[in-house]
């Protein structure tokens, strides 16, 4: 049964695979940024208002965890792609049946290992650009 009202920010977290997605280990942000460049049209004619027009978009998704190096689908996942320079399959959902997801096809462009103080967690934070088209669809 799909969520109904707000959805709960732990409930919506990144997924890496395109079959069978898994849950990327001890997310603890996770964002998705969808951009549009825009160019300009205007015409001397135009007086003192500019035109402007839609032309190629981008996409991002980026997040955060908790380093456990004997996570299943963790940092260490996330650095071999990257090291490899693969492509990564990224969705983005509750993982309800029913729910809007989104989902595509990217690479790694930024992957931070990060050990602040003495008794905090290790943390570490990834990008993916994406490369093709950000699709919507019902999990």
Do not use: R
């Not at 300009?40 to 955060?64: H, L, M």
């Amino acid at each position: 049964m799909p969520t109904t009202g707000t959805v709960l920010a732990k409930n919506m977290a990144f997924y890496t695979g395109s079959t069978t997605p898994v849950l990327i280990t001890c997310q603890t942000n996770a964002s998705l940024s969808q951009t549009t460049n825009m160019f300009e049209t205007t015409c001397k004619d135009a007086g003192a208002w500019g035109a402007q027009q839609p032309g190629v978009k981008n996409w991002t998704a980026s997040g955060e965890g908790l380093l456990a190096f004997s996570a299943t689908n963790g940092y260490t996942v996330l650095w071999d792609a990257w090291n490899n320079q693969t492509a990564v399959s990224i969705v983005f959902q509750t993982g309800v049946t029913g729910d809007t997801k989104f989902s595509g096809t990217g690479y790694i462009s930024s992957l931070e290992l990060t050990s602040n103080g003495n008794d905090e967690a290790v943390t570490f934070s990834f990008e993916i650009t994406g490369s093709g088209a950000l699709a919507k669809a019902t999990t």
